[in-house]
């Protein structure tokens, strides 16, 4: 794909894409798809998928009461269980306001290991790492924003995304939809939306503009980006996904590069070229 031959103009040392078919087809890959980087906040869409285990083992249930008062499994999953970006303070009740929060996916976690016995990180690496084969994949850190992991992983968790074989095709289509419609909320480095849209786990692009996605991304485009100059996106409508990994940290040089390249790797893949 000549789309991804753009990651060469990014002012970083090192960088990693690669682009996913919905069958699991690697369309085209640029970089070391085995060097390790860290990937902030894309760990959510990967402690979601941890939790998407959970539920479908009977571990938890999505209405089960997790967190401050009159919050559930689902509240923080969502971002909607009231609590502040990175400490234990409520700053809404549950179901009101989109609060992205660290905090959130941390409590989440830690409400997985008093239900099933295992810390969280290892309840990950054995029902989400270990059988798609993810092997330079850990939680070393927070369940928000402390994971690690290659592009060569990240392709494999991508193709999961798109023909889950861990979880129901049902389960996948709820944690795709928006939770909670209509609220609005603060998306990280992109402002304010109204509405916020988010879905369990994976940010839901919708209408949002300026965005991390491209101008062309479909609405139903739902993943998630990091501070660590990382994001992975999933268009349905495109029948695609793609991993990018960097070694800078977000800043208007991603905010720049970012939608360009999603752009061109739509064109590509509209046109035949992957």
């Not at 905090?103 to 295992?118: K, N, P, R, S, Y």
């Not at 909320?185 to 991390?212: A, C, M, Q, T």
Request: with cysteine.
């Amino acid at each position: 794909m000549r789309s991804l031959g753009l990651v060469e103009q990014w002012p970083v040392d090192n960088v990693a894409v690669a682009v996913i078919a919905a069958d699991g087809r690697v369309l085209g890959a640029h970089g070391d798809q085995d060097r390790v980087y860290r990937l902030a906040s894309v760990t959510k869409p990967l402690t979601a998928y941890g939790v998407l285990v959970a539920i479908e083992e009977g571990a938890v249930e999505w209405d089960q009461p997790a967190g401050p008062g009159g919050s559930t499994v689902r509240h923080l999953i969502a971002h909607t269980s009231g609590l502040a970006f990175d400490s234990p303070t409520v700053q809404a009740p549950p179901g009101q306001r989109r609060i992205y929060s660290n905090a959130g996916f941390e409590v989440l976690a830690e409400f997985i290991h008093e239900a099933t016995g295992i810390p969280f990180a290892e309840y990950l690496a054995e029902g989400v790492f270990a059988p798609l084969g993810m092997t330079a994949s850990a939680l070393t850190g927070s369940a928000g924003a402390g994971a690690e992991s290659s592009c060569g992983d990240l392709v494999r968790f991508a193709a999961e995304l798109q023909a889950p074989t861990l979880v129901s095709k049902e389960t996948m289509a709820e944690a795709s939809t928006v939770a909670y419609p209509g609220l609005d909320g603060v998306l990280p480095g992109y402002g304010n939306k109204k509405p916020n849209d988010w879905g369990l786990g994976f940010e839901i692009r919708d209408g949002k503009s300026p965005h991390w996605t491209g101008t062309h991304s479909s609405p139903r485009t739902f993943g998630h980006f990091g501070q660590s100059g990382t994001f992975l996106w999933v268009d349905p409508e495109a029948q695609a996904a793609c991993v990018a990994l960097a070694d800078r940290d977000f800043g208007p040089w991603a905010i720049e590069a970012w939608t360009p390249f999603t752009d061109a790797v739509l064109a590509d893949l509209r046109d035949g070229r992957a």
